[in-house]
């Protein structure tokens, strides 16, 4: 939960760098309830960034959002329960003080002892027994002797007790001398490079608790019973700097900025800033302190870490004290709406809706009351002469210089609160509000006039170069632009798409709008739209400002934003690259949120370059030139890999996992304790899954990834800072279950093939019983056909050609039967074709067998004789061709018998060694001319059947009149297609020479 601090004083309104207060922190507190832990005795930042703290319950790990309690490995343990101070070791690891024994080493997840035998002597009884000379070398002091530790081992530098109480305190200055403190009152110091033992130096008071070294030479002594001195050092020579603050202290922790930070026996933390221990030093007298309210937290130690922020821990758990980088404005508690402008003497004038205007004249002086009254939320600093002026429900007032006073008071009274109001390079006053004319009145230093020809609601306005007045609202994407008292209005048609507009910044010759739904700059000539990388960046847009270094300030109700002088650049040449923005929002010291309709712009730039943002109900403002740079991430740690059975810690190594682990999830973080909120992470399993995008999620989580060798990678970087990103990797390993290895996969592709094929057989198998059954039907009845009604016919068919001889009958009548006897044959032709058709099977390896066969079944119907010639011996054919071979002669010879009236019909086949020869001859009628011109008849497609069949296999097709008559078909089919053996040869002769191919 964040706490706003007090704002215990103004803050300078001149000086760019300002006094360190309690107002340039903010406070986030971490209870029992958040897990953190109760009790804390020690806390320190390691060198990779984690915080520890030790106590009741053991050592507790944070890295910014998370407690880990940290278990020690098998066979390893604490020596006490209540752990004591805490210090980072040099080269990493952490030191643990027991109170009855040598300290503890943690270090790479493994705790080390050290008592005698590793050369530490006596125990760590002192409240702060470890510390660190200049170079990073551990120190400590015990109840015995003082010592370093190199070389895994404990050495000891000054043997000689002292003091019956041992050694109290040690540190080192800036210059490398050793500072200690005894049991007893008074200091030692060992000079650099000396060899003698550390020497009490007299007339140092009463102290004999603790010292601590701080910048610029300043030395500190503290104890319970006299509070604290601080002393400047020369050499080794001490001369007391403030009168002591009488304050009974337990912690102390003097600040890198030279800030000092007390813990007293109340357990009050208090603050005192570097400024005021100089205007301390020069009268001699107590520095002043801020206290910082605990609310009944009891802290007991407080720590700095490497980011300057400030850590206190105790009873009640850890509280964190974050520098700011804008700096807040103490104003009243109650006040609110609040509207500020600087004027040319650094004053600063307030206006708000539930105060009179205040003033704060100076950084010492107090808020003065003026008689400019509340509701006053609109105000303006004329840059060109410092004047600051303001409206209210009365008129237009001026503030600076000289007294406030009223200078135009409205045409009737009781009119609206106005929104804004701005001066020209002429002069004239500009005033708007919905309840003024048509939305905006002129002031010329006389009297008032309309400026709009029609009613529109302005909610902020500007001026450019040329004096052209800039007007923003109206309605959603209304832009107005006034120059000599012409109105031009910009809105969607223009490509005006801000919404709203609440925001103008004029830039030279560049006009920036912003509004509800983005920012928009225009050049006189269109309007273009800046991009952000995160596309809801720039949403309600109340204030824009350009700094000296051309950096684009922006605030909306998240915050204010940053977006660096390159990437507007860029923006500005390049229409749609997309700007990095960083976001300063309330854990930076911007205060509460924004009012969206009033007080606007809500961005102010002031005369010395400083940038004002005022809000509901506060103020604050930033330096640019200034502003803290973001801190480093630190890496990036991947800590373990969890299944279901087990926890794997992260190593170098990498992760091993079982064939049974393929789901998993890996655990990692970043110890960013400066706003962790900000870190983003994104992570991949690579070889599994791409990039995912998981905000601020610390884990990732994969499931049924299969065996393999894995890298798992996570990356994370701080919003609006891509240069920030950081990485780590993880190597990671599961082991194949049985039914994943490649001896299983293999054999289950064979099973898989065997069944396919024996499934495949048995479909075969089954379709070739279906078909033979079909066959057989269908050879049933074609015998049944041609045994009954096609012998019947052709009984019918011989008796009318017996009847169409005889004389006992009419020549008209023996004309007709002989008509219906051809008639008779031409059908029994027609069905002797059809059942051939019906019982067709596949050619068998007796090629003239089957063609003989066909001829013979023609011969009965027709008086043509058949005769077969075979020259050579037969060859096997390809199945494939043997039967479109088949097919091409049986057409021939049906054309022979059907349609040559031949007498004689002759088959030829030659089995040559370059091809199958087929020939089919009659010496019939000749084959009609147009016929052969033509390619066939007209309807008739048995011709080009064959042709296509011939083409088909390689072969030649001739069709050609015999030279003594008669038709011949002549049909050449090559040895390479028709010969099954000359296809196998030249498979054969490829796989020989494959080998021997040069690869493509």
């Known amino acids: 939960m964040l706490l706003a601090l007090a704002m215990l004083a103004a803050t300078s309104l001149q000086a760019s760098t300002p006094p360190e207060t309690l107002a340039s922190f903010q406070r986030t507190s971490f209870a029992k309830s958040d897990g953190a832990p109760a009790g804390i005795s020690g806390m320190a930042q390691t060198d ?129 001398n050793l500072w200690l403190t005894t049991g007893g009152p008074g200091l030692l110091v060992k000079p650099k490079g000396s060899a003698k033992p550390p020497m009490r130096l007299p007339d140092i008071g009463g102290f004999d608790g603790n010292v601590f070294a701080g910048p610029a030479g300043l030395l500190y002594l503290a104890d319970r019973q006299n509070g604290i001195a601080i002393y400047r050092r020369h050499g080794i020579g001490l001369t007391e700097v403030t009168a002591p603050v009488p304050l009974p ?39 002043p302190l801020e206290e910082v309210p605990q609310l009944g937290r009891s802290p007991l130690n407080i720590i700095e870490d490497r980011d300057g922020d400030i850590w206190t821990g105790g009873e009640g758990g ?190 030279g010759d560049v006009l920036w709008v912003g509004g509800d739904d983005g920012i928009q700059f225009f050049d006189g000539k269109r309007f273009t739209s800046l991009v952000s990388r995160d596309a809801e960046a720039f949403q309600t847009v109340t204030g824009l400002v350009r700094d000296a270094a051309g950096n684009l300030w922006v605030q909306t109700l998240d915050g204010v934003m940053r977006i660096p002088a390159a990437d507007v650049r860029k923006a500005m040449a390049l229409p749609g690259s997309r700007v990095t923005a960083r976001l300063f929002d309330a854990t930076d010291g911007v205060p509460s949120v924004v009012d969206a309709d009033r007080m606007l712009p809500s961005l102010r730039m002031g005369a010395d370059g400083r940038i ?88 990732a989580v994969f499931t049924k990834v299969p065996a393999g060798r894995y890298q798992f990678e996570v990356r994370a970087v701080r919003s609006g800072d891509a240069a920030s990103a950081v990485h780590a990797s993880l190597a990671l390993t599961r082991a194949p279950a049985y039914y994943e290895t490649w001896w299983f996969r293999a054999l289950a592709g064979f099973l898989l093939a065997f069944v396919l094929w024996f499934a495949y057989r048995m479909r075969v198998k089954a379709l070739g019983r279906q078909m033979h059954i079909r066959i057989e039907e269908r050879e049933r009845i074609a015998r049944d056909l041609h045994d009954t009604l096609l012998q019947g016919v052709q009984g019918l068919q011989l008796r009318l050609q017996t009847w169409a001889a005889s004389p006992r009958i009419e020549a008209t009548h023996r004309q007709e039967m002989t008509d219906v006897a051809l008639r008779t044959r031409d059908m029994l032709v027609d069905g002797r074709d059809r059942i051939l058709a019906l019982r067709r099977l596949d050619a068998s390896p007796d090629l003239a067998g089957d063609l003989r066969a066909i001829a013979l ?79 066939g008849r007209a309807g008739h497609w048995g011709l080009q059947g064959m042709r296509e069949r011939a083409e088909r296999i390689g072969g030649c097709l001739v069709l050609r009149r015999g030279d003594e008559g008669g038709t011949e078909l002549s049909l050449m089919v090559p040895a390479r297609a028709a010969y099954a053996s000359a296809r196998l040869w030249r498979r054969l002769r490829r796989v020989r020479q494959a080998p021997h191919q040069a690869p493509d």
């Open 612 to 699: 004002w943002t005022h809000t509901a109900s506060g103020l604050a403002w930033i330096d640019p030139a200034r502003v803290p740079k973001a801190p480093a991430l630190p890496p990036i740690v991947v800590e373990s890999v969890s299944t279901g059975s087990a926890v794997y810690p992260a190593s170098a190594r990498g992760v091993a996992l079982t064939s049974a682990e393929n789901s998993f999830r890996i655990t990692y973080t970043t110890p960013a304790l400066n706003h962790p909120e900000r870190v983003h992470f994104a992570y991949r399993l690579a070889g599994f899954n791409d990039w995912q995008d998981v905000g601020t999620r610390r884990e």
């Open 318 to 507: 850890l509280d964190r004290l974050a520098r700011t980088a804008f700096h807040p404005v103490g104003l009243p508690d109650d006040i609110h709406e609040v509207s500020a402008s600087i004027d040319a003497a650094g004053g600063l004038w307030v206006g708000s809706e539930t105060h009179p205007v205040l003033q704060l004249a100076s950084p010492a002086a107090p808020w003065k009351s003026t008689e400019v009254p509340s509701l006053t939320l609109a105000t303006y600093a004329d840059s060109a002469d410092g004047t600051v002026w303001a409206a209210n429900k009365l008129g237009i007032w001026k503030l600076s210089p000289g007294t406030p006073q009223l200078v135009a008071k409205y045409p009737s009274s009781g009119r609206g609160v106005p929104y804004s109001v701005i001066k020209d390079k002429a002069g004239t006053l500009f005033v708007s509000s919905p309840h003024l004319g048509n939305g905006v009145l002129a002031w010329d230093g006389k009297a008032w006039h309309d400026v709009l020809k029609k009613h529109a609601t302005v909610k902020v306005m500007a001026v450019d170069r040329q004096n052209r007045l800039w007007l923003g609202g109206g309605g959603p994407n209304q832009l107005i632009g006034l120059s000599q008292r012409i109105e031009q209005r910009w809105g969607e048609a223009q490509n005006l798409r801000v919404g709203t507009v609440r925001s103008l910044l004029v830039d």
């Open 249 to 287: 202290i337990i912690a102390v922790l003097p600040s890198r900025t030279g800030a000092l930070w007390l813990i007293s026996n109340k357990y009050v933390v208090s603050h005192v800033s570097p400024e005021a221990i100089t205007a301390a030093g020069k009268s001699h007298s107590v520095p």
């Open 48 to 176: 990779d960034g984690f915080l520890w703290m030790s106590g009741t319950k053991g050592l507790t790990r944070f890295d910014g959002v998370q407690f880990t309690p940290f278990k020690p490995a098998p066979g390893e343990h604490f020596l006490e329960a209540q752990l004591g101070m805490l210090f980072p070791a040099e080269g990493g690891g952490l030191w643990i003080q027991n109170d009855n024994a040598g300290p503890t080493l943690l270090k790479n997840g493994h705790l080390t002892h050290f008592g005698l035998g590793q050369g530490y002597v006596g125990a760590g009884v002192t409240p702060f027994p470890f510390f660190s000379d200049p170079l990073g070398a551990v120190w400590s002091v015990s109840n015995k002797t003082v010592m370093y530790f190199k070389d895994g081992a404990w050495h000891v530098v000054a043997p000689t007790v002292l003091s019956g109480d041992g050694f109290g305190k040690g540190a080192f200055d800036a210059d490398g």
């Open 857 to 935: 079944d023609y011969t009965t119907l027709y008086r043509a004789g058949f005769v077969l010639t075979e020259e050579g011996a037969p060859r096997p054919l390809v199945p494939e061709v043997a039967q479109e071979i088949l097919d091409i002669a049986r057409e021939g010879l049906r054309n022979a018998f059907v349609h040559a009236n031949a007498g004689t019909v002759e088959l030829c086949m030659q089995w040559r060694r370059e091809g199958l020869h087929v020939r089919v001859r009659d010496d019939g009628d000749g084959i009609d001319e147009a016929v052969l011109r033509d390619g």
